[in-house]
């Protein structure tokens, strides 16, 4: 057990250390013990974090070598980087060098207790060392710090908590803290406002209450859009490849289309595309997966440098997989939000519709919430889905040309269900790179059974966007005739979209995801496509236990 007692280093037993600590994560734990559980103990890596070098290395989470001197103390399991180390009189001292000095406590105290640890460290290391200095660049300012006793006591006492908090299967609740929040990298994964005001809130009221944000004081900690764009590639025959820190795609021998590296999230290569090995290498070092559609569409596979780091997160989720209570806890959420937002786009769109259907509609939501099995929840999901698409081509406008009867796929026979199928199959895309990226296991479903290549979570996770992205895109396109009949044309018993076609429909999912909605339940105003990494972010805290159950993202 580390004590505040200095250790002797000189003696041939040593206790048995299950961590080693670094002056890196005695700073991010002295700063808030939630970021050091977050990135030390589940893995987790800030979206914005690169550690890029010139050859377009990115957000792999490996640290290139730096001018550090490194050093450990065996005895209480700790291995330091001094930044630089400075002579005089016999005496080492580290220094920690700054661009500008900051006002607020928690770095000042961080500066102590790192430059004290190094000390210690020193020491054990057989250098004489009783203070550290702290370098302000833009003032040429240089502070000196003491070892006295008070601060070797705090700085034992910091490393101990430090350990026990890395060691605990619980992350500690988010820091009431006004000002660090907003400086934080892994604010967008820790979500300090979001977890707090839900542990607040009567959990039962969040999947139907439309009233509850009006009490919410939720931060907006993220950019509400994402910097990133998608690339998406459906000439056949295209070449992807790599120059510089550029993408280009040629076609019939010509440049197409350059893209800069930095400003891509996604490649989506459809059909008869092809893709260099080192476009590959680039977009892995800089975590943009590349996904792969058949040219009508259908969603075949990702390729992605890594799944994400927390292990934990995906160790609880397969134990809820496995627990039928769990499972159905939240997979009631998941129907009940989709219900709940398919009765909203009726409400909306339909004004000829029979009171009695949104009544109906109701009704189902009420019964998604209440029931106590898996078989009973998907009945009434698919009573729901029946009762929804049954109204659904009242939608439609009677002079786009095109008919609408019930739901159909693989494949869809009429045009609006060849537009469905290609929406849902992008979204399933969208949600299976966030899935990844959360940490998540895309194919581990609570509600859509687990099947050989079928990315299960996704779908559940698809379940409550269905309307809000794909329906109300299709019911835009074919209402503003964007899309007509002369694009589509009927292969075998199934109907395809033209190449034209398609890239109407992806121009316009894509302008849907970009598109501002205000979070019904946090208050602020972030793009469709930022909602989708908010809610699988609930799903693993959910899993993590920090909130008890998940709320359905459901529109007004």
């Known amino acids: 057990m580390l004590t505040r007692e200095e250790p002797d280093n000189t003696t041939g037993s040593q206790p048995i250390i299950d961590i080693v600590v670094s002056d890196e994560m ?3 734990f002295i700063f808030c013990p939630r970021l050091a559980h977050l990135k030390w103990a589940q893995g987790e890596i800030a979206p914005d974090s690169d550690y890029g070098d010139a050859d377009g290395a990115g957000k792999t989470g490996i640290t290139p070598q730096s001018s550090k001197t490194w050093m450990t103390w065996d005895a209480v399991g ?5 930044e630089r180390l400075e002579h005089r009189g016999g005496e080492s001292l580290p220094v920690r060098t700054h661009s500008a000095a900051s006002t607020e406590a928690t770095f000042l105290e961080a500066d102590a207790l790192v430059l004290c640890l190094q000390g210690l460290v020193l020491r054990a290391n057989s250098h004489l060392c009783n203070s550290g200095l702290v370098h302000y660049t833009d003032t040429e300012k240089i502070i000196s710090i003491d070892f006295d006793g008070t601060l070797i006591a705090r700085t034992y006492d910091s490393v101990f908590g430090l350990r026990k908090t890395l060691t605990s299967s619980k992350t500690p609740a988010p820091t009431p803290d006004e000002n660090r929040c907003t400086q934080c990298q892994y604010a967008g994964i820790c979500m300090p406002d979001e977890i707090a005001f839900i542990g607040a809130t009567v959990p039962d009221k969040l999947a139907t209450d439309e009233d509850i944000v009006e009490n919410a004081e939720v931060r907006r900690l993220v950019p509400a859009r994402d910097d990133g764009i998608p690339l998406y590639v459906q000439t056949q025959g295209a070449v992807l490849s790599k120059r510089d820190q550029t993408v280009e795609v040629r076609a019939n021998n010509e440049i197409a289309a350059q893209v800069r590296l930095m400003d891509l999230s996604q490649v989506c290569i459809y059909g008869n595309v092809q893709i260099t090995t080192q476009a590959v290498r680039a977009f892995c070092s800089r975590d943009i997966p590349i996904c792969y559609f058949s040219r009508g569409g259908w969603f075949y596979g990702i390729t992605k440098s890594t799944m994400g780091r927390n292990v934990t997160v995906r160790m609880e989720q397969y134990k809820a997989t496995a627990d039928p209570d769990r499972a159905l806890s939240i997979s009631k959420r998941f ?40 078989a009973t929840l998907l009945g009434i999901e698919g009573a729901a889905a029946s009762l929804y698409f049954g109204n659904f081509g009242a939608l439609l406008s009677s002079t786009a040309g095109f008919d609408f009867r019930a739901r159909n796929r693989r494949p869809p026979k009429d045009p609006v269900n060849a537009v469905l199928s290609y929406l849902y199959s992008m979204l399933v895309k969208d949600l299976t790179i966030i899935a990844l990226a959360t940490g998540l296991d895309p194919y581990a479903g609570f509600y859509h059974q687990p099947l050989q290549g079928r990315p299960a979570l996704a ?6 966007f269905r309307p809000l992205i794909c329906d109300s895109t299709a019911i835009r ?14 292969l075998g018993n199934g109907v395809i979209m033209s190449d034209n076609a398609r890239r109407k429909v992806i121009s316009a999912y894509e302008n849907r995801m970009d598109t501002l909605v205000t979070h019904p339940i946090f208050g602020y105003a972030i793009s469709y496509r930022r909602v989708l990494s908010v809610q699988a972010r609930l799903v693993a805290r959910w ?14």
């Not at 339909?350 to 029931?371: F, G, N, Q, R, T």
């Open 26 to 28: 005695l700073e991010d």
């Open 459 to 464: 779908l559940d996770l698809m379940e409550e």
């Open 477 to 490: 396109l074919i209402n503003t005739s964007a899309l007509k009949e002369s694009d589509f044309s009927r």
């Open 78 to 82: 700790v291995s330091i980087g001094i």
């Open 335 to 374: 129907v009940a939000g989709k219900v709940k937002n398919c009765r909203t786009l009726l409400r909306r769109n339909c004004p000829d519709c029979d009171a009695s259907v949104l009544s109906k509609m109701s009704e189902y939501i009420e019964k998604a919430m209440s029931i106590d099995n898996m």
């Open 543 to 556: 899993l993590l236990g920090e909130i008890n159950d998940y709320p359905p993202f459901c529109t007004r």
